[in-house]
């Protein structure tokens, strides 16, 4: 039986737990905490995830709290929008929502990301949990509060720091997601370890068999270890002024992938792709060895994620980078390596630099 506890805290104080477990016994006892005996509870998820997780998850609620209500949208990045979330307040409102009652996001990262900005915003802010069901939403997007939506395709354009209550991780549920999905998970696990912590990159070099195979013991290890480093970081800086950027790595180039492609890739695919431009650029500079380079690109090779799709624009790839949230005075806050576990914000990365990394076409 699975069960670990990291609290996170914020100027020292604790703000909310995350509870990793292997099944969701304990996630009514962790609610009760939070005293839903009176609230109503609104599960927020979507049609995927629901047919795996829903009964399950509302069978146990039932007669727990003071309502249990269901809304479910169309699963993908297409629904991070507005006009989601605008059906999800007028679910809200006609369903008697009060400042009192809560919202549980249970699904992967795109259901994480506009709960937590719906109840950061309805009301002026209603409590929110997080229940992450893919392996990209358990070990980042449930974690630091960043909550959000895509705006016309523009990734996660409009959005707030909004802290959830609890975050409770089912690790099992990883067993169900595709294997892409949860490749693109580890497109997230990978930068952890390039980011801040060598020894996890090898901890992941060695047991890159197990954790293909989803074997207990790795999910468990893998999900801790993220969790732990992503905690380390959003604890230093929780609203981006600093460090936080670091988390970035890969997304620059990733975002703008992203959007040009409509989705079609997934966000763990994306971050991966431009983690390796970023890290290319890293050797160009002469931040990291070649020889370092090449590990990085042998474990994203053997987890088996797609090229950077030939019908992009070298050109417009970078162009689409002016619209980065890490823009200041427009100078773009690029994330490079100084060596594998130790990343820097670097100010001078130049189109050119990454134009020249598109273009060699190796990744
Ligand atoms: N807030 C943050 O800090 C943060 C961090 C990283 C990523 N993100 C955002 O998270 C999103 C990506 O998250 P994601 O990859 O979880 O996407 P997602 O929520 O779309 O889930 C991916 C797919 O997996 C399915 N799925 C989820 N859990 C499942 C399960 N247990 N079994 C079977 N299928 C399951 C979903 O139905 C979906 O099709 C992006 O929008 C990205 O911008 C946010
Ligand atoms: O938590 C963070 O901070 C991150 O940057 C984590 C990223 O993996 C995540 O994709 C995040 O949503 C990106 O943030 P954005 O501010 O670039 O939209
Ligand atoms: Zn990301």
Redesign the pocket.
């Known amino acids: 039986m699975l069960e670990k506890r990291l609290e996170v805290s914020a100027e020292g104080k604790k703000v909310y737990d995350i509870v990793i477990e292997n099944s969701f016994s304990n996630l009514v006892k962790e609610l009760s905490a939070l005293d839903i005996q009176e609230r109503k509870l609104c599960i927020v998820t979507?049609r995927?995830?629901a047919s795996?997780?829903l009964e399950e998850v509302k069978s146990i609620l039932e007669g727990r709290c003071a309502k249990v209500e269901v809304y479910i949208f169309q699963?993908?990045?297409a629904s991070?929008n507005l006009s989601t979330v605008d059906n999800l307040y007028h679910f809200l409102i006609t369903h008697e929502f009060d400042r009192k009652d809560m919202l549980l996001a249970l699904?992967?990262?795109?259901?994480?990301?506009l709960t937590?900005f719906a109840a950061a915003t309805y009301l002026r802010g209603i409590d929110f949990v997080q229940i992450?069901?893919?392996l990209?939403?358990q070990v980042?997007?449930s974690?630091?509060g960043?909550?959000?939506v895509?705006y016309h395709a523009y990734?996660?354009m409009v959005g707030a720091f909004y802290m959830p209550k609890l975050v409770y991780i089912n690790v099992n549920?990883?067993k169900?997601?595709?294997e892409r999905?949860y490749h693109?998970?580890l497109g997230?696990v990978i930068k952890h370890g390039l980011i801040r912590d060598r020894a996890y990159f090898e901890w992941i070099k060695a047991n890159k068999e197990a954790i293909a195979e989803r074997k207990d013991e790795a999910l468990a290890h893998m999900v801790e270890e993220s969790c732990l480093i992503k905690r380390a970081v959003v604890e230093e800086d929780p609203k981006e002024h600093g460090v936080r950027a670091l988390l970035n790595f890969g997304h620059t180039l990733g975002h703008s992938i992203e959007k040009l492609m409509n989705f079609s890739l997934?966000?763990?695919e994306c971050v991966a792709i431009g983690s390796l431009l970023a890290a290319d650029i890293s050797s160009k500079r002469g931040y990291i060895s070649e020889q370092e380079n090449k590990e990085i690109k042998n474990i994203y090779a053997y987890f088996d994620f797609p090229a950077l799709p030939k019908e992009l624009k070298a050109k417009e790839v970078v162009k689409e980078t002016k619209h980065d949230k890490k823009m200041e005075h427009g100078k773009i806050k690029f994330i490079l390596l100084d060596q594998i576990g130790k990343a820097a914000i670097y100010q001078d990365v130049t189109p050119e630099e990454m134009l020249a990394v598109i273009e060699q076409g190796e990744v």
Request: aromatic residues 4%.
């Open positions: 979507e995927r995830v795996y997780y699963e993908g990045e991070k699904g992967g990262g795109v259901t994480g990301d937590g992450p069901t893919s990209l939403a980042d997007s974690i630091g960043k909550t959000g895509d990734k996660n549920t990883i169900t997601l595709s999905q693109s998970g997230e997934t966000h763990g």
